[in-house]
């Protein structure tokens, strides 16, 4: 199994891992409303190194495998796309994806075009901030500036990626002619920043994002944040999940606060998941979210009131079950 690593709660420290698997599913702990785990290893699909999926995936690791019979282990891997593939493909059990990217797939449409995927949502969680941030003195104020730049649009196959795209071409470039797209993770992408190889990124993540806060410090008054908000009617002509919202100038040191584009953060499984471990998960989300917010404050913006709207992409059965209770 592909690089598979333990992330723990705190120090997010790497440890051996096994293989995920599928388990079948009696129902029977769900259908008396014990909300029960069975016993046996579940493995989650994260993000970057640098991302918030990372850091708080290692934290529901550690959450789970503390509180359940389960034994939870948490990867890295290149984000949302990548993610439900390998989550369909049997190779997790659990992953981290963008709400655009997660009705994609179950529309198969985008990345999915032809192909959907029989996923289930778990809940929605906190959202994600698109946070596109340029060197000063590059020219670029607003995305349409970007021609002819090296620009990071995220990993590939990811939901940075997905949304990078999406922005250029609401802006009216073509991100594979129009811009010198760089496919990077995130920290390899402040790297290229700091050095002057690349002249602005895209970044879909939670606030802070650790490696942000890197390169704003590192580089202060050198980079800013643009509005990306003339690009939110377009985007939401292709999904409605796309919202108006905005980065706190506190959160990296700025001198105002920049208006952004958020989309939701979604957790999806298999339908074949028992539904005694999916309600028990979803409970330990909304019920132990500040235990979450110590391993990362983006877990504050989990809200039982809001976890269950996760159309178009179906609530697992177990999820219903917590989240009615």
Not at 7 to 20: Q, R
Not at 176 to 185: E, I, N, P, S, Y
Not at 236 to 245: D, W
């Amino acid at each position: 199994m592909r690089n598979r690593v333990v992330l723990t709660a705190v120090a997010v420290a790497l440890v051996a891992a096994g293989c995920g698997g599928k388990r079948t599913d009696t129902g029977a702990a769900a259908a008396n409303g014990a909300c029960e785990t069975s016993d046996g290893r579940i493995t989650i699909a994260t993000g970057n190194t640098g991302g918030v999926y990372y850091t708080l995936g290692g934290g529901l690791a550690q959450l789970i495998s503390d509180n359940t019979r389960l034994k939870a282990t948490a990867a890295e891997t290149g984000a949302s796309v990548q993610n439900i593939q390998q989550l369909v493909a049997g190779d997790y059990d659990l992953a981290f994806s963008l709400a655009d990217t997660a009705a994609d797939a179950v529309n198969g449409t985008g990345a999915f075009e032809g192909k959907k995927a029989n996923v289930r949502a778990l809940a929605r969680i906190y959202p994600n901030s698109t946070q596109v941030a340029v060197r000063t003195g590059s020219g670029i104020a607003s995305v349409a500036d970007m021609r002819g730049k090296k620009i990071s649009t995220g990993s590939p196959k990811s939901g940075t990626e997905v949304i990078a795209n999406r922005l250029l071409e609401a802006a009216g470039l073509n991100p594979a002619t129009d811009v010198a797209a760089q496919r990077l993770a995130l920290r390899p992408t402040v790297d290229g920043m700091k050095s002057g190889q690349i002249d602005g990124l895209f970044f879909s993540g939670g606030l802070p994002a650790p490696e942000l806060t890197d390169l704003f410090t590192s580089m202060k008054g050198q980079v800013e944040l643009i509005d990306v908000t003339p690009q939110l009617a377009a985007v939401q002509k292709i999904s409605p999940v796309y919202t108006e919202g905005v980065i706190p100038s506190a959160t990296y040191g700025l001198p105002t606060d920049v208006k952004t584009i958020e989309v939701p953060n979604m957790l999806l499984v298999r339908e074949d998941l028992a539904a005694g471990d999916a309600c028990a998960i979803t409970r330990l989300i909304v019920d132990r979210k500040a235990d979450l917010a110590k391993i990362h404050p983006a877990a504050n913006g989990i809200d039982k009131a809001t976890a269950g709207k996760t159309e178009p992409v179906p609530l697992h059965p177990g999820s219903q079950q917590a989240l009615a209770g």
